[in-house]
C-alpha cells in the first residue's frame, strides 16, 4: 500500500489520499455504476490497500466535502506498472477528478522508481481514452478480444515516467 500524505488542492477542494478498508464499500458502489470499470471483489480491495502485497500497488481515493468521489488502483513489479483500475463517481464526472487522480498515482509511481506505465482501454470508451492520452499515454499495440460483455479488443497506452511525468506540462484543474 502507498501512504500518500493527504494533499488537499484548495482551488478544487478535492483531497486524494491513500484508499483505507473503510473507503472499500463506497469505492465497490462507485464501481458498481460504471459499466466500463472492473468489477472487483472486496477481498481483490483488501489485497489492495495490504502493505505486503506481490506485486505492490497504490489505492489512492478522491474525496470531496468528506465523500468518497473516485479512485485509482496500480500494481507495479520492479520498473513496470500498470494502471488496473480508475473511476469517479458518475454524478462528479468532468469535474477533473479523474485526471488529479491519475497525475497523482504517476507521481506516486515515479517516486517508487516506476519508469514505465501501461494500461489497457477499450476503443470505445472514448472519455478515459482521451484522458490517458492528454496525460501523455500512447498506443503500442491492441489486444484482440480482450473484453468480456462486450467482446472488444484492448488498446494497450503506454507512458515513460523517466524524464517526467507529465510530458504535456499537464496538472490537475
Ligand atoms: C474515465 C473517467 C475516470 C474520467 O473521470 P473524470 O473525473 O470525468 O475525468 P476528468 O474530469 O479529469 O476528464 C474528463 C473530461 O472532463 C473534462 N473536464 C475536466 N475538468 C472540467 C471542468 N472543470 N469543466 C468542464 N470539463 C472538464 C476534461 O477535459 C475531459 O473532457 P473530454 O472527455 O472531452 O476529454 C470516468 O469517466 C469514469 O469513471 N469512467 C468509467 C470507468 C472507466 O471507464 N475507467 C477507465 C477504464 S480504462
Do not use: C
Not at 2 to 26: A, K, N, Q
Not at 32 to 43: D, E, I, Y
Amino acid at each position: 500500500m502507498s501512504h500518500l500524505d493527504p494533499h488537499r488542492d484548495p482551488g478544487t477542494g478535492l483531497t486524494i489520499r491513500s484508499m483505507v478498508e473503510s473507503d472499500i464499500d463506497s469505492v465497490m458502489m462507485i464501481a458498481s455504476l460504471l459499466p466500463t470499470a472492473p468489477q472487483w471483489s472486496r477481498g481483490a480491495y483488501e489485497t489492495a490497500i495490504s502493505a505486503d502485497g506481490i506485486p505492490k500497488r497504490i489505492a489512492l481515493a478522491a474525496e470531496y466535502s468528506g465523500e468518497l468521489k473516485g479512485f485509482v488502483i496500480a500494481r507495479f513489479l520492479y520498473s513496470l506498472a500498470e494502471i488496473e483500475t480508475l473511476g469517479v463517481d458518475v454524478s462528479a464526472q468532468r469535474n477533473g477528478i479523474g485526471t488529479s487522480l491519475l497525475v497523482a498515482a504517476l507521481d506516486e509511481l515515479r517516486l517508487a522508481g516506476v519508469d514505465e506505465v501501461e494500461l489497457e482501454v477499450r476503443p470505445s470508451n472514448e472519455r478515459a481514452w482521451r484522458l490517458y492520452e492528454r496525460i501523455g499515454f500512447s498506443e503500442v499495440g491492441r489486444r484482440r478480444g480482450y473484453y468480456r460483455e462486450p467482446v472488444e479488443d484492448a488498446i494497450l497506452l503506454r507512458l515513460g515516467l523517466a524524464r517526467q511525468a507529465f510530458p504535456q506540462g499537464l496538472k490537475p484543474r
